[in-house]
Nanobody, 127 residues
Framework: QVQLVESGGGLVQAGGSLSLSCAAS????????MGWFRQAPGKEREFVAGIIFDGELTYYSDSLKGRFTISRDNAKNTVYLQMNSLKSEDAAAYFC????????????????????WGQGAQVSVSS
């Protein structure tokens, strides 16, 4: 069992930056791939970014690449999402998720590949 707790959400002006953190419980964190997803009201949950167990490889939604950066600190059992140049359309609830099973690179993009989820952190962007 893995418990995930996001923090760092809030209100930011368009063009600004925000950093989210996700603290994970359990000793096996360093063996798990992690991901970030987001869901805006009335929309489906969408993939934002993923990172392999040791942080050496990352994956991004094509539409967000260059503005968002995922990273992790296995010593702190924490995964991060740095969001820059935020736009109004980035407003959503952001969820971190733990991918406990293997699979190819395509598996990072699918929410069904993730076994554990945080409760979400709300990000609001004012224009």
């Amino acid at each position: 069992q893995v418990q995930l707790v996001e923090s760092g959400g809030g209100l930011v002006q368009a063009g600004g930056s925000l950093s989210l953190s996700c603290a994970a419980s359990g000793r096996a964190f360093s063996t798990y791939a992690m991901g970030w997803f987001r869901q805006a009201p009335g929309k489906e949950r969408e993939f934002v970014a993923g990172i392999i167990f040791d942080g050496e490889l990352t994956y991004y939604s094509d539409s967000l690449k260059g503005r968002f950066t995922i990273s992790r600190d296995n010593a702190k059992n924490t995964v991060y999402l740095q969001m820059n140049s935020l736009k109004s359309e980035d407003a959503a609830a952001y969820f971190c998720a733990c991918k406990t099973r293997g699979g190819g690179s395509s598996s990072y993009y699918t929410s069904a590949s993730y076994a554990y989820w945080g409760q979400g952190a709300q990000v609001s962007v004012s224009s």
